[in-house]
């Protein structure tokens, strides 16, 4: 293992300087591997998996059974986790722009990677940020950026191409549900794909072919526990022996047994009116239409002015949100069905900003 740095300048003064941790597997002809946590800076399940994955990539390492180069940054956005706002932390968004960590990364074809770098010092921070982690990722084939929800089941959010191969992330990680989207959106995993789309197919017989870019999201904010990371670094393992990375029988088999969702067919449960919200569903449950999920308090002391929150239709509540005030639209669960959402997007789009 190396251990390199990614140097930000700072748009006023000063630098951050980001951990970057390079493997060097032994069959050039492996995939080459990308994982990085905490892009939403406040996001730490994924740092706690790397914080135990990391060891046993070591010894995989020494031991000679890494076959594939992986490059990790575990802990990758240093300008949102220094953002503190009253004593909260603010890491979706960069305060000064308001831009969101994982949105606006440049779309571009996968020759043209080296560009992202050109008189890169100039630009602004979060932006020389983003470029150097697309940058990275697309050296690799298996991208994997590690998120959260604010409460929510094992899943996976990833372009439709890759779905069923990617099955064996599933049975890896033990993923509860697998979210699909439809491209084209400039968050971070489809800036990758984006690139790989926009690039010659070469020997692979489809852009997808022995490739992946996802987001994980492993489970809710704080869901941050020795056991669920180890639990989570045996996923990675498995999954990158399932993928010839690493040699060996993959360390875990979980049937996987969830939902598969088009985003079309994620229904957003948003707050009709402000206030305190009592849940009577968490995420995992089935639900049908009719069903109770929570009830909304606008008056505290007055129920019959309460406003209860139905489910349009059948299927599996994924998440949740994690704050138990909103405000009027706000978003408070995301229920997978099979049925077309009640909430149209732009084909494209993300579920969130
Ligand atoms: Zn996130």
Redesign the pocket.
């Given at each position: 293992m190396q251990t390199s740095e990614i140097v930000i300048s700072d748009d006023v003064a000063g630098e951050w300087r980001v951990p970057v941790l390079t493997f060097e597997g032994s069959d050039p002809k492996a995939p080459r591997v990308y994982i990085q946590a905490a892009?939403?800076a406040g996001?730490l399940p994924g740092v706690a998996a790397l914080h135990a994955f990391i060891p046993a990539l070591r010894t995989a390492e020494s031991e000679g059974r890494l076959l594939g180069d992986v490059v990790i940054v575990p802990k990758c956005n240093p300008i949102g986790a220094g953002q503190w706002l009253h004593g909260e932390l603010q890491g979706?968004f960069e305060i000064a722009s308001r831009t969101n960590f994982?949105r606006d990364y440049p779309l571009i074809a996968l020759k043209d990677r080296a560009s992202l770098l050109d008189g890169i010092e100039a630009r602004p921070a979060a932006d020389q940020l983003k470029r150097h982690l697309l940058h990275l990722a697309l050296g690799a084939d298996l991208v994997l950026d590690l998120?959260?929800?604010d409460e929510s089941q094992l899943y996976a959010y990833l372009e439709a191409s890759f779905w069923p191969e990617a099955i064996d992330l599933a049975e890896s990680f033990g993923l509860e549900a697998v979210l699909l989207s439809d491209g084209g959106s400039t968050a971070f995993e489809e800036a990758v794909t984006h690139a790989w789309k926009a690039g010659d197919l070469g020997a692979r017989a489809a852009w997808h072919e022995g490739r992946i870019s996802l987001?994980m999201?492993f489970r809710g904010l704080r869901d941050v526990r020795p056991d669920l990371a180890a639990k989570d670094a045996e996923g990675l393992m498995a999954f990158l022996q399932r993928r010839n990375v690493v040699s060996g029988e993959p360390v875990r088999h979980e049937a996987f047994t969830g939902p598969v969702a088009g985003l079309d067919y994620v229904q957003m449960i948003d707050a009709p009116k402000a206030g305190t919200v009592l849940f009577e569903k968490t995420f995992g449950d089935q639900v049908r239409a009719g069903d109770r999920l929570a009830a909304i308090i606008p008056t505290p002391g007055f129920p019959e002015n309460d406003v209860a929150i139905l489910a349009p239709v059948e299927g599996t509540i994924v998440t949740r949100v994690a704050a138990r005030f909103v405000r009027r639209g706000d978003n408070l669960m995301k229920i997978a069905s099979t049925a077309l959402s009640n909430k149209p997007r732009k084909p494209g789009g993300a579920l969130e900003d």
């Amino acid at each position: 293992m190396q251990t390199s740095e990614i140097v930000i300048s700072d748009d006023v003064a000063g630098e951050w300087r980001v951990p970057v941790l390079t493997f060097e597997g032994s069959d050039p002809k492996a995939p080459r591997v990308y994982i990085q946590a905490a892009l939403h800076a406040g996001e730490l399940p994924g740092v706690a998996a790397l914080h135990a994955f990391i060891p046993a990539l070591r010894t995989a390492e020494s031991e000679g059974r890494l076959l594939g180069d992986v490059v990790i940054v575990p802990k990758c956005n240093p300008i949102g986790a220094g953002q503190w706002l009253h004593g909260e932390l603010q890491g979706r968004f960069e305060i000064a722009s308001r831009t969101n960590f994982n949105r606006d990364y440049p779309l571009i074809a996968l020759k043209d990677r080296a560009s992202l770098l050109d008189g890169i010092e100039a630009r602004p921070a979060a932006d020389q940020l983003k470029r150097h982690l697309l940058h990275l990722a697309l050296g690799a084939d298996l991208v994997l950026d590690l998120h959260c929800d604010d409460e929510s089941q094992l899943y996976a959010y990833l372009e439709a191409s890759f779905w069923p191969e990617a099955i064996d992330l599933a049975e890896s990680f033990g993923l509860e549900a697998v979210l699909l989207s439809d491209g084209g959106s400039t968050a971070f995993e489809e800036a990758v794909t984006h690139a790989w789309k926009a690039g010659d197919l070469g020997a692979r017989a489809a852009w997808h072919e022995g490739r992946i870019s996802l987001t994980m999201e492993f489970r809710g904010l704080r869901d941050v526990r020795p056991d669920l990371a180890a639990k989570d670094a045996e996923g990675l393992m498995a999954f990158l022996q399932r993928r010839n990375v690493v040699s060996g029988e993959p360390v875990r088999h979980e049937a996987f047994t969830g939902p598969v969702a088009g985003l079309d067919y994620v229904q957003m449960i948003d707050a009709p009116k402000a206030g305190t919200v009592l849940f009577e569903k968490t995420f995992g449950d089935q639900v049908r239409a009719g069903d109770r999920l929570a009830a909304i308090i606008p008056t505290p002391g007055f129920p019959e002015n309460d406003v209860a929150i139905l489910a349009p239709v059948e299927g599996t509540i994924v998440t949740r949100v994690a704050a138990r005030f909103v405000r009027r639209g706000d978003n408070l669960m995301k229920i997978a069905s099979t049925a077309l959402s009640n909430k149209p997007r732009k084909p494209g789009g993300a579920l969130e900003d």
